[in-house]
C-alpha cells in the first residue's frame, strides 16, 4: 500500500521559516514525480510545487516562486519543501502528492496523496 506521511508543520510568525518533509513507502519512489498542495479553509487544494522523478527539473505556483524550494532525496525516500519568508496567506495544509509529472501539477490528477500537515503562519 502506498503511504505518503508529511512532518515539520506549525505555527510560526510571518517572515519565518519553515521545512516540510514527506516520507513516501510502497512505490518505487525514484520513479515518480512529486508535489507539494496546499489547501486553506474553505477554499479549494491549489498547486504549490512538483519535481520530477529524478529530481533536475522542478515547477512552482507563481505565488510562492522565489520564496519555496522543493528538493528531494531519492535514496531517503522522502521529498521536501523548503519554506521562507512565510506569509498569513500561506497558512492551510500542505498536501504531499504522487504520480506522474503531468498529475501532480493539478490536484484532480494526482495518483496518491498524503494526510497532510498543517502551516499556520500569524501576523
Known amino acids: 500500500q502506498v503511504q505518503l506521511v508529511e512532518s515539520g508543520g506549525g505555527t510560526v510568525q510571518a517572515g519565518d521559516s519553515l521545512s516540510l518533509s514527506c516520507a513516501a513507502s510502497g512505490l518505487t519512489f525514484s520513479t515518480y514525480a512529486m508535489g507539494w498542495f496546499r489547501q486553506a479553509p474553505g477554499k479549494e487544494r491549489e498547486f504549490v510545487s512538483a519535481?520530477?522523478?529524478?529530481?533536475?527539473?522542478?515547477h512552482y505556483a507563481d505565488s510562492v516562486k522565489g520564496r519555496f524550494t522543493i528538493s528531494r532525496d531519492n535514496a531517503k525516500n522522502t521529498v521536501y519543501l523548503q519554506m521562507n519568508s512565510l506569509k498569513p496567506e500561506d497558512t492551510a495544509v500542505y498536501y504531499c502528492?504522487?504520480?506522474?509529472?503531468?498529475?501532480?501539477?493539478?490536484?484532480?490528477?494526482?495518483?496518491?496523496w498524503g494526510q497532510g500537515t498543517r502551516v499556520t503562519v500569524d501576523s
Open positions: 519535481i520530477t522523478w529524478s529530481g533536475t527539473g522542478t
Open positions: 502528492a504522487a504520480g506522474g509529472m503531468a498529475t501532480v501539477v493539478a490536484a484532480g490528477a494526482v495518483e496518491f
